[in-house]
């Protein structure tokens, strides 16, 4: 089978806790996969590995047939703001841009144009329902826009893959549902795949297969389906 | 050039104190070092002569009419050197208001990096943002050797110093320009000098796009740099070269082994730091003190910074009271007082670091408001808690009376070791030399007071409930 | 009784018929077990008799005949005293998925992989009402659906904390 992403007995330890203890997990192209397990038992490690922002100690991460774990730091980020989304609980957006700026960020440090980055994240902003916030900076938004421009942020480039830590996390049911519905419609239109780390079983529930951790191993996961 | 466009755009919100911030050092070092320049090509008449109303010529004495300092071929590679060290005080301010903000610039450099930005290209804005104020600094430096050179031009005519000898003395900066090329030089030079600062400061963040976890301990610093510094620098300095003094390289050795020394103090400032905050935080039993001795142990490396500035002053200051005694032990054999070639630079000297100490008071500052806006949950909490608010400015005065005075008391010990030994034949000059010593620990502390009374408001700032909601 | 008066509620809008108030009252309880015909009209006759609704008018155009119902003044009353009324916070009986959970642990008998496999059963349920409330733009009905994943939410937690002791017991010689 052609997975768009495949973790291979990944190995990552901090200071003097052992996050993850040789994990492996297969994401298909368009398929939503939800990674869930109590807090600790390295869920947002995982994630961070997956989309590139860590580098196991042990283990492979392959990306669409790249070895993601063998770039350097340049390479990698350079990959990932073209094929790879990130959302994350909160706070990820930079503070001194407008959400409109922000949206556009990956695509200005691509080389974009302005005005091109600018049109494609005004675009994203109005399907996500925050077009009317464009033009503030994030101290001005609630919690649920804020998160909706980080996944206009995510998608804005067109990646194969959104990889998100606990994106509702920090919103109250009705906030996170605009969100998560708002995520997830995204994803299944441009048939991207998702990542999604939650203890929000609702979010488990919308997905296609959950992936539950427990010590840094997977402790019990659906069965791929066949798509 | 999207790096170039976002560090501008740094500028416009909380930036800007920051950026006139290290434009202002820059001018000050830039000036300096323009003055520097041209005392390097300044050629000396040896014998000036001084037509009388007759019509007839006398012979007047050596290098006319400007300070012993800049015609004397001896002493000018030391005034030289001594004109790049007073560089040290605009520098070492530098390295602290390159820190204002940091935790806002660190998070936001980290979300860059999260949307994809890559290190170099982080680097680049954390460069940028440093580069081109020192760079307009850099500029504003050419107007700061003209006011020098105005004041203090070998063609000034400082009327309103009374003495003729000591107004003589005065005109220190040489009445002849740098050539262009060697302004231009300098200005991209300081520049440059704010590329790399700013680089450097951005570098935690280069590691993680996840955000540089805050308070999380780091590695203790170490000690063996700075021993090896000072080491040679003791070496170098000391009085290995009294037999050899006429020769060129003997001065050389003496420059470099007092550049080896305020390396060495500067940067032993963390690691003494270091050393205090253990010493005290298992001993104590003020909740000030085992405050403040803890944020040491933990990250000892501003606040060490920081006091290694006072730690330098005290250095310079204790050779200074050293040199001072040298000559009042002269002054008393030969009957005459002090002449204006030696108290006049002396004076300077004086000056000069009355100047620094309230130059590293702001860094202090500095500092200070950089702490307290890092830890202003945690401080927060402690008021909630019902810490007095006493109690918290005690443990910030401890904290940098830990960082400063040990290394003070030592530069000052250190310093005047040497010297001393020359002092016990006279009561009365080793009592200045001591007077002198204590004087300046005495200022090191008003300092240290000052820049807590200072920093008040922060703390205030620091401990409002609102910011038991801030992550 | 809370079958009569949610119907009350929905004659206190306006008269209705028999057909039309399951049909309001099916479409206000969605993923809702239907009500069947006997039930609204058992509860109809109850209510008349006890005074709360009273017959509007009777229609027969050539069909069966068909009895329209308005809400009484003393019916008002009783939907206002109900509504007033908070309803008591359990106690929950130990439904058939606690004496099963209960049962696993005391045997030891591979309880966590009973635990996951209700996980997946819960995990589809919700998923089928979240679908639901995907396909529903009235405010009601899909708060009438987070009820519904409320607790299924709810089981899921007990189910994980269930689970997460279990691996706990397991590790830790008791």
Redesign the interface.
Known sequence: MNHLLELRGLHKSFARTEALRGVSLDVQPGEVVAVTG?SGSGKSTLL?CAAG??VPEAGSVTFAGQRLHELD??AR??L???EIG?V?QF???????TAAQ?AA??L???GTDRRTARTAALAWLERLGVAEVADQVPAELSGGESQRVAVA?ALVTGPRLVCADEPTGALD?VAGEVVL?ALLAAVRDAHTSLLVVTHD??V???ADR?V?L?DGSV??G?PAVAS | MTALALALGSYRTGGRARALAIAACTAVVTGLLLVAVSVVGYTAVDGVEQTMPDGSTVFIGYGGDVANLLWDRGVRPGYFFALLLICLVPLTLLQQVVRLGTAARERRLAALRLAGATPGEVRAIGAWEVGLPALAGGVLGLPVHLVLRTLFGADATLSWVGDRDVARELRLVPAAYPAWWQVLLVVLAVGLLGVLVGALASRKVVVSPLGVSRGARRTPPRGWLPGLLLAAGIFLAGPVYLPFFERGWAQLGLMLGITLLVLGVLTSGPWVAYRAGRALAGRTSSPALLLASRWLVMDARAAGRAAAAIGVIALVSGAAASLMADLLVNARSNGHGVEAMYSVPMALVYAVLLVALVVATFALVVHGVESLTDRRRSLASLAAEGVPLEVLERAVRWEVALAAVPISVLALVGAGAVGAVTLFGDPVVLLVDLALRAATLGLIWLALLASTRLVRPWLRRAVDPTNLRTT | MSVAHALLGVLAEGAAHGYDLKRVHDERFPGAKPLAFGQVYAALARMEKDGLVEVAETLRDGGPERTTYAITPLGRDELDTWLATAERAGPYPADDLVRKTVTALRLGADAGGFLARQRAVHLAAMKHQLQLQDSTTDTAARIVIDHTVSHLDAELRWLESAAARVAEAGRAPV
């Open positions: 109590a961070h922002v860590l730091e340049s980020t350079r990932r703001r073209r990130l994350l706070g990820q957006l930079v503070p001194e841009l922000n960020l990956p200005l440090l691509d942020r049911t519905t079983n609702r488990a529930a919308r959950e539950v427990r402790a019990s659906q």
